[in-house]
C-alpha cells in the first residue's frame, strides 16, 4: 500500500491513504440549456426543464472522478448502469466497494450494479439536517456541495457548449480548477 505525506510546516506527515478510491457518491443535475446549446436537448418531466442531464461521480472528498452529459430525459439508473460499464476498465474505480446514490437511481440500478460487478450500491437513510421539506443526508452532502461548486462556475450554470464532450470537458476542468485552489 503507497504511502502518501502531507507537508505541514516543515515537517511532513504520513497518510495511510489508498490513491484509488473504495467508495463514491452518484447523483444527477438537470440544467436549462441556452440558444447555444442545440445537440442532445432532452425534456426532464420531473423538474419541468428542457436541456441535458448532468450525472457526476464523486470521491468522499468531493473531487470529481467521472462527469457524463446526457439529454435530460435520460432515466437516472438505466444511463447510469451504461455509463458504468464504459467506466469499469478505468484504472481509479478498480478498488470500488460502494456507491451512495439517491432514490432516482433505485431498481434495477442496485440489483445489476450487485450482481454483474459486486459493488453495494446504497441510498443514505441517516438525515444530518433537514430544512422545510429539504434533507441533508450523510455523505450524500459531498456530490451536493460538488454540484454545487460546479454551478458556481459562469460556464456551466447553463448549457451553453453545443458539444456534449466540450460540457464534460469543462465539468472536469473546473474541478481541477478547485482542487488547484484549495492547495
Not at 478510491?21 to 452518484?26: D, K, M, R, S, V
Given at each position: 500500500m503507497p504511502v502518501y505525506w502531507l507537508i505541514t510546516g516543515k515537517q511532513a506527515?504520513?497518510?495511510?491513504?489508498?490513491?484509488?478510491?473504495?467508495?463514491?457518491?452518484?447523483?444527477?443535475?438537470?440544467?436549462?440549456?441556452?440558444?447555444?446549446?442545440?445537440?442532445?436537448?432532452?425534456?426532464?418531466g420531473g423538474k419541468l426543464?428542457?436541456?441535458?442531464?448532468?450525472?457526476?461521480?464523486?470521491?468522499?472528498?468531493?473531487?470529481?472522478?467521472?462527469?457524463?452529459?446526457?439529454?435530460?430525459?435520460?432515466?437516472?439508473?438505466?444511463?447510469?448502469?451504461?455509463?458504468?460499464?464504459?467506466l469499469r476498465h478505468h484504472p481509479l474505480l478498480q478498488q470500488v466497494k460502494r456507491i451512495f446514490i439517491d432514490g432516482g437511481f433505485r431498481g434495477e440500478f442496485v440489483t445489476q450494479m450487485a450482481m454483474l460487478y459486486g459493488i453495494e450500491v446504497r441510498v443514505p437513510q441517516q438525515v444530518v439536517r433537514q430544512a422545510g421539506n429539504f434533507c441533508v443526508h450523510a455523505t450524500r452532502w459531498v456530490v451536493e456541495r460538488s454540484i454545487?461548486?460546479?454551478?458556481?462556475?459562469?460556464?456551466?450554470?447553463?448549457?451553453?457548449?453545443?458539444?456534449?464532450?466540450?460540457e464534460v470537458s469543462f465539468i472536469l476542468l473546473c474541478s481541477i480548477k478547485r482542487i488547484v485552489k484549495k492547495c
Open positions: 506527515l504520513p497518510l495511510k491513504k489508498k490513491a484509488e478510491p473504495t467508495t463514491l457518491i452518484l447523483d444527477s443535475q438537470s440544467v436549462k440549456n441556452s440558444a447555444t446549446a442545440t445537440q442532445q436537448i432532452g425534456f426532464d426543464i428542457k436541456g441535458r442531464k448532468r450525472f457526476v461521480l464523486t470521491d468522499t472528498s468531493g473531487a470529481t472522478v467521472a462527469a457524463r452529459v446526457l439529454p435530460a430525459n435520460a432515466h437516472d439508473g438505466q444511463s447510469a448502469l451504461a455509463w458504468w460499464a464504459e454545487s461548486w460546479l454551478t458556481n462556475n459562469r460556464r456551466l450554470a447553463r448549457c451553453y457548449e453545443r458539444k456534449v464532450t466540450n
